[in-house]
């Protein structure tokens, strides 16, 4: 069996903290107040990855993570935290940062070999026309992520396996999970959302989600001071998902109304009482006259004691 990883926090913070490069700091960061900030913007999302990568056993001795990067916020900022991370970390482990470049019009090929040779770590561009295949499979009008999420999903961990990495990290973060749970619930009729940590349906691949803990508003701001060359993610033409993006503005107003709630769900979320639930597989309901039978008698055998 493998060590369990200890990225303990409170370690860190003894050992010497290592700032984000500064080669990708914008001037705005250089102003000492909001260098300031930023530093605690950085230690903020230090912490919380930790804290996901402890709480879930995410990565282990002698791991191989494939960072997924798709050229948008969340990946630049969830390769450059676990980056942070590895250096002080008490258990080695190692990076490689995987493209999957679906070959749609327009994707600037150059953008990511480019930010990659910059930061030393490991990196494979992947190149698989899914493009074509959506377009062509897709009807006219039908919204095309599913399929093209499908193919996404079938090629990378594929290739994880033929590069030996023992982890694949995904860089969802908690908005992410908290939309998946309402639009599961609002349309899927089921009480499920992304988890941290996730063993494929065939058992090959196991997924790993470091940002679950980080809010996108704070990975926003990271990548904005970072000033990573984001790669827009319209380039396919597929309209947006609009369901997501209904359950994202109402998120967003609740937030905005009563502070804290997306905190609170999520804690929710990792906190679950299947007797207060109605899930028969989850529960045993018909198995509660015999607890109960168990329970008086147990009483009865005390008192009697007595
Ligand atoms: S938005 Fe485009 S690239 Fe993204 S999942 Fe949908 S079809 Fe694929």
Redo the contacts with the bound molecule.
Sequence with gaps: MQDAVTFDPRERQAAPETPPSAAHATPEANDAGTRREFNKLHKRLRRQVGNAIIDYGMIHEGDRVMVCLSGGKDSYTMLEILRSLQRNAPVDFSLVAVNLD?K?PGFPEHVLPEYLEGTGVEYHILERDTYSV?KEKTPEGK???AL??RL?RGSLYGFAEEIGATKIALGHHREDILETLFLNMFFGGSLKAMPPKLLSDDGRNLVIRPLAYCREADIAEFARQMAFPIIP????G?Q??LQRQVVKEMLAEWEAKHPGRLESMFKAVTNVAPSQLADRELFDFAGLEEKQAKMQARRIDIQQEL
């Design positions: 679906q749609q959506v919204t095309t992520c093209c999420s996404r993610c319209n380039l396919c597929s947006p998902n």
